[in-house]
Every structure is written in structure tokens, then in C-alpha cells.
């Protein structure tokens, strides 16, 4: 997810799509304040935190993230609904998610620039902040409470979304529990039928 620092820019292509939000300073700052990520921020680090990030709003349909593309930047979403795509190898797109008003999109791209693992498309006309890796940076200059805060937190969200996955993987495995495996090897590692027991799992989760 990117590779320069500095505010965000619309990627090529999409300059159609964005356009300055109406949003005022004070209201953004309000809104800040409801992101659970940002919750324990007094009133100085919040508009600390606002002060480094870029207000956009964009179109109905537009595309604020690429499946694949570099990235360094996460979303807060201060009004509207996006909608989170992933597509095959068959170039078939398939909605895993919506991301409501008051949540955050693409946050591990400030801290692991890597290329986005979905697409993430405006359901609706939408209202942002952006924050990318420098203004994270920029933070930890000038606020470091601000950049630990952030940090901190997406690694936590993290770990507990880790959590949750293995807690419904268990869950899928509870039938197979107590069942005679033969063959494990095939089992486990798939064979030329079909994909492999965890690779069905990972199909029915991304479904869920």
C-alpha cells in the first residue's frame, strides 16, 4: 500500500471521482472522537491526529483502494458506506464486507506498506479522513503519544481478529472431531479433486 509518504493523493484515474468534503474542522474532530481506535485521545491529540490528515470525499461507485496495488494509507470514514471486494483468479468479484460510518479501512498499510488485499469501492457518496504512513511519521515526531496510541491499537484489533478466526476455525473442525481420518497426508494437503480441507474452511469463512 504505497510507497511515498506525504497526504494522500487520489491515484490515477479516479481524480474524477474526488473532490474537497464539507465537513468542517470542528465537526471532523467530532467525529474522531467516536472511532473506537482513537477513543482514549484527549482533546489535544485528537486534533493533533486531524491536523496531519487529508479530508476527502468521493463519489458513489468510485474506488478508494485497488485489489493489488501499493498503498500506505488508511481510511476513516466520516460519512457514508464502503463496500470491501475481493477477486479471484477468475477475475470475479466478491463482497466480504461494508464498512459503516465511524470505521476505519486499510490500517495495517501505515504500518506494513504492502499491496491491497481487496478492493474497497464507495456503496454510497462518502466523507473521509486519510492518514498515511507519513503523517504517522510525522506524529511520532511531533506527538509520539498520538503514533503509539494508533499503533498500539491496530495491532490489538489486530490480535483479536486473529482471535476470532481461529475461534470459528474451531468451530468448522468440531464435526471432523472424532471422526477415523484416513489418509491424512491427502486430507490435509488437498489432492487433485478439489482444494484441501482448510482451504474449504477459508472459502465458507470468506462467505460468512
Not at 506525504?6 to 474537497?20: H, K, L, N, T
Not at 470525499?57 to 483502494?65: L, P, Y
Request: hydrophobic share 40%; glycine share 12%; aromatic share 2%.
Amino acid at each position: 500500500m504505497g510507497s511515498s509518504y506525504g497526504p494522500a493523493q487520489p491515484s490515477a484515474g479516479d481524480d474524477e471521482g474526488w473532490m474537497e468534503g464539507s465537513a468542517t474542522p470542528g465537526a471532523r474532530v467530532e467525529s474522531l472522537r467516536s472511532v473506537a481506535l482513537f477513543a482514549r485521545f484527549d482533546d489535544d491529540e485528537i486534533a493533533a491526529l486531524e491536523a496531519v490528515m487529508q479530508h476527502r470525499a468521493v463519489r458513489s461507485g468510485e474506488t478508494i483502494f485497488e485489489q493489488g496495488a501499493d498503498g500506505n494509507t488508511m481510511i476513516v470514514l466520516l460519512d457514508g458506506m464502503l463496500r470491501v471486494e475481493v477477486s479471484g483468479e477468475d477475475g470475479v468479484s466478491t463482497p466480504v464486507a461494508r464498512i459503516q460510518t465511524g470505521e476505519v479501512v486499510g490500517e495495517m498499510a501505515v504500518l506494513d506498506p504492502a499491496p491491497r488485499s481487496a478492493s474497497v469501492i464507495a456503496a454510497t457518496d462518502c466523507e473521509m479522513l486519510e492518514l498515511s504512513r507519513g503523517g504517522l511519521l510525522q506524529l511520532r515526531r511531533q506527538a509520539p503519544s498520538v503514533s503509539s496510541g494508533i499503533v498500539g491499537g491496530i495491532i490489538a484489533d489486530v490480535t483479536r481478529r486473529l482471535r476470532d478466526v481461529n475461534k470459528r476455525i474451531d468451530k468448522e473442525l468440531e464435526p471432523e472431531k472424532g471422526k477415523t481420518r484416513v489418509a491424512d497426508t491427502k486430507d490435509e494437503a488437498g489432492s487433485d479433486d478439489g482444494p484441501s480441507l482448510l482451504g474449504k474452511l477459508w472459502q465458507r469463512l470468506a462467505r460468512k
